[in-house]
């Protein structure tokens, strides 16, 4: 690793600012994804600001019925949760469909949201990437591209964001809590807390420097049949080729957002009004302007067949 410094921070404004003052600065929580990229120098921050004492590890009802869930719940405390299981399924399902336990175990909310692709040559620091070093180009582009997104993509990037938990969020409409560099709070929909490539690939949301998750906000349940369906190479400790996570009601109505095929979570709600006319008509809905590449073209039919078979759960 290269040398860095390390602090720990005594609240979240502190945290903030910290990052803020210091060129290169990073926070660190579970560290599943940054200690890894540090590693291989993908990352190489000057700074850490350690937020694991910082008491963003609960999960607590809200005055309109929903729930907050803080920064550094981790991810097998929070699809544990008996109201999460309960009132948000989707959420407690889409969890226990990623990585592994032991990952879970260490993993938090705010660095689920935060991790970055998986693309092979955002990893391999031999190759041009873009996400990696802004201007270099994307060998992902005319290379292998069979995990990689078909929709969303830009000339600069088709990197796909890997969340599961992501993808369940969108479907709730859920919202981010942050505090900003001057102690300021925000809250962003996660509809619009990803950003997608562009020009600038390396953006990865809308966070500006400094600001640091605090909480993510479901709203008051909705109902309905939750159902996340994963479709993978392997049974396990695999990244999604498409995921669905849905939430549908019996009037045929319903709620869908993907994984697997955008650089963050996709849900076209436009589309959603064509659930009720079957998994073709949505699915083309929710993929227009698709460009897939010869490897992934694969992902077009399997989104409508894995919605088709979402839909026929929902059915019974």
């Known amino acids: ?188 929909p996660l509809a619009e807390f990803h950003r997608l490539p562009g020009d600038t690939p390396h953006i990865e949301t809308v966070l500006e420097p400094g600001e640091l998750i605090t909480a993510v906000r479901l709203p008051k349940p909705v109902g309905g049949r939750h159902i996340y369906r994963k479709v993978r190479d392997r049974a396990s400790y695999a990244f999604a080729l498409v995921s669905i996570g849905a939430i549908l009601h019996e009037d045929g109505s319903g709620q869908v957002a993907l994984g697997g095929v955008a650089h963050k979570p996709w849900r076209v709600e436009a589309a959603e009004a064509e659930l009720p006319r079957g998994a073709k008509a949505a699915a083309e809905q929710i993929l227009a302007g698709a460009r897939p590449s010869r490897d992934n073209a694969f992902k077009i039919t399997l989104v409508e067949r894995t919605l088709a078979a979402v839909l026929a759960e929902a059915r019974g």
């Open 1 to 188: 690793m290269t040398p860095f410094t390390y602090e720990r921070a005594g609240s979240p404004a502190e945290a903030a600012a910290a990052a803020a003052r210091t060129p290169g600065a990073r926070f660190i929580a579970g560290g599943t994804n940054l200690l890894d990229l540090m590693k291989l120098q993908i990352e190489t921050p000057a700074h850490l600001i350690d937020v694991n004492g910082l008491a963003l590890d609960t999960i607590e009802a809200t005055k309109d019925g929903g729930l907050r869930i803080g920064a550094l719940v981790r991810n097998t405390a929070l699809a544990a949760d008996r109201r999460v299981r309960r009132d948000y399924a989707l959420l407690s399902r889409a969890l226990l469909a990623g990585a592994s336990g032991q990952l879970r175990n260490k993993a938090t909310t705010a660095g689920n949201l935060l991790q970055r692709t998986r693309c092979p040559y955002f990893y391999d620091t031999v190759q041009p990437c873009n996400k990696r070093r802004p201007g270099s180009g994307c060998a992902a582009i005319g290379g292998v591209s069979r995990q990689l997104a078909i929709i969303g993509t830009s000339e600069a990037c088709i990197a796909t964001h890997p969340s599961d938990m992501a993808v369940a969020l969108r479907a709730l409409d859920a919202s981010v809590e942050t505090v900003q560099a001057d102690g300021a709070p925000r809250r962003i």
